[in-house]
């Protein structure tokens, strides 16, 4: 409670736009779903995990492996881990995103410290599923709210770049003792649900982080590439960007040519018409592709597609 009233007090002499760092045209927006992901987590934590002693991976986990062990308030280490990570995220990434996940952080404990969700299910299935659910589409809009309330990732982001191991090999060792402490502390069908936990709250985040939509970044490389470009710009209403490049080919590359290589970003449902098109203009293409987690401008979002004459896929 200190702590979320210094936060208002510092609130109160701060300019609105410094302290949040984003356009007025997005505060509320922010706010929002800031307040949903801190709403969605205290309710996959007290609604599901904390009945069944289930803990989740990153620095929540930490925090519901030692209340189960401590039986200290989950709220109150909640704040005791996060905040120093926090802290330490000022410096990863910016102070605003810093005072911003700070308040996400001290709101959360505050839900979790003293209210109540009513427990709809009994089914240790169900609780491992839905409650890691809950959880991680909380910390995904919290995400999206320019903050975070599991300092996991900034966590393995400082570590990595004072050694020789990556961000991700740094999270996958702290989830897997996350995982064996559990074993040893609670039980073993405890850690195994909780795993089930684990990937449950991982994809709901990913989900709700990456959006609704899945892109596609897709290069071809090919001679025709003027009628590549132009079927994809009238026939799929997609933008394409040009860059020029040398193609080489054969058994030894010997045939240097230059060429325009093609560049556009189409969303995943609309690939299998591409490929078809561009098979119907030079079968031997080459298309190179990739996920994309979002895009901002451009025609992707605008523009919408011509009505053209299905094709077989």
Known sequence: MLVCSLLL??????????????????????FFFLLLGVVMTAYGLKGFLLHENL???????????????????????????????VILGSTQVSKAFAWRSI???????????????PLITRDIWLISAFGGFFVGAGMGF????????????LLSIYFSRRNQFSSSDISLILNIAIFLLSAHFLNIDIALYSIITYFSGTKAMEFIV????????????SEEYELIRNMIVEKMGRGVTLFHGIMGHGK????IKETQIVYTVIT???LSKLQYEINMIDPQAFISMGSVIDTRGGMIKK?????TPEVPF
């Open 103 to 117: 308040l996400a952080v001290c709101l959360l404990a505050i839900m979790v410290s003293f209210v109540e969700f």
């Open 9 to 30: 007090h510092q609130l109160c002499y701060v300019r609105r736009r410094d302290f949040l760092n984003i356009p007025d045209a997005s505060l509320l927006r922010q």
């Open 55 to 85: 803990v989740d991976g990153g620095i929540t986990g930490v925090a519901l492996l030692a209340s189960h062990i401590t039986k200290l308030p989950i709220g109150l280490l909640v704040i005791i881990i996060n905040v120093p990570l």
């Open 268 to 270: 995943r449902l609309e």
């Open 252 to 255: 030894r590359g010997q045939l």
């Open 210 to 221: 990456e959006g609704f939509e899945e892109y596609i970044a897709v290069t071809i490389v």
């Open 142 to 153: 919290v995400m999206r709210g320019g903050a975070m309330i599991d300092g996991a990732e």
């Open 303 to 307: 523009r919408k597609i011509k009505k």
